[in-house]
């Protein structure tokens, strides 16, 4: 058997909304976008801050759903400042074939589309776990 680490969950250029270094670490997510990209509260997930090429690791909490929020706490948020567009990710490590739900969110971080153009929001949120 040989697992590979493959791509499972991509928001795409999001906009940081907040940055709270006294807050215990992690990073929120609109629960809605969770949702449609299969994160789960807990998860790893690796933030790529577009605006300025730093690079985090961190585990995803919920933030209210239809919020809009995305806010990186603890440490990285010396790094990570409101208005900062980012791309989250999340990974499986498996030997078995992923589709990956990659959405991409407007400057409100509101659904766009997904990566592929295949599904509606509204597909996301059922077909998602």
Same mark, same amino acid.
């Given at each position: 058997?040989?697992?590979?680490?493959?791509?499972?969950?991509?928001?795409? !250029?999001?906009?940081? =909304?907040? +940055?709270?270094?006294?807050?215990? %670490? &992690?990073?929120? @997510?609109?629960?809605?976008?969770?949702?449609?990209?299969?994160?789960?509260?807990?998860?790893?997930?690796?933030?790529?801050?577009?605006?300025?090429? !730093?690079?985090?690791? =961190?585990? +995803?909490?919920?933030?209210?759903? %239809? &919020?809009?929020? @995305?806010?990186?706490?603890?440490?990285?948020?010396?790094?990570?400042?409101?208005?900062?567009?980012?791309?989250?990710?999340?990974?499986?490590?498996?030997?078995?074939?992923?589709?990956?739900?990659?959405?991409?969110?407007?400057?409100?971080?509101?659904?766009?589309?997904?990566?592929?153009?295949?599904?509606?929001?509204?597909?996301?949120?059922?077909?998602?776990?």
């Amino acid at each position: 058997m040989k697992l590979r680490i493959i791509c499972k969950s991509k928001i795409h !250029q999001a906009v940081v =909304t907040g +940055a709270d270094v006294n807050y215990i %670490g &992690s990073i929120g @997510i609109d629960e809605g976008l969770m949702r449609m990209t299969g994160i789960v509260h807990g998860e790893q997930v690796a933030v790529w801050n577009v605006t300025n090429g !730093q690079r985090i690791e =961190t585990y +995803a909490i919920r933030l209210p759903e %239809g &919020s809009g929020r @995305i806010v990186v706490n603890g440490a990285a948020a010396r790094h990570f400042q409101p208005g900062d567009r980012v791309i989250i990710a999340a990974f499986y490590l498996t030997d078995e074939p992923v589709v990956p739900q990659m959405i991409a969110v407007d400057e409100h971080n509101r659904f766009v589309k997904t990566l592929d153009g295949t599904a509606s929001p509204e597909d996301l949120v059922t077909t998602v776990g």
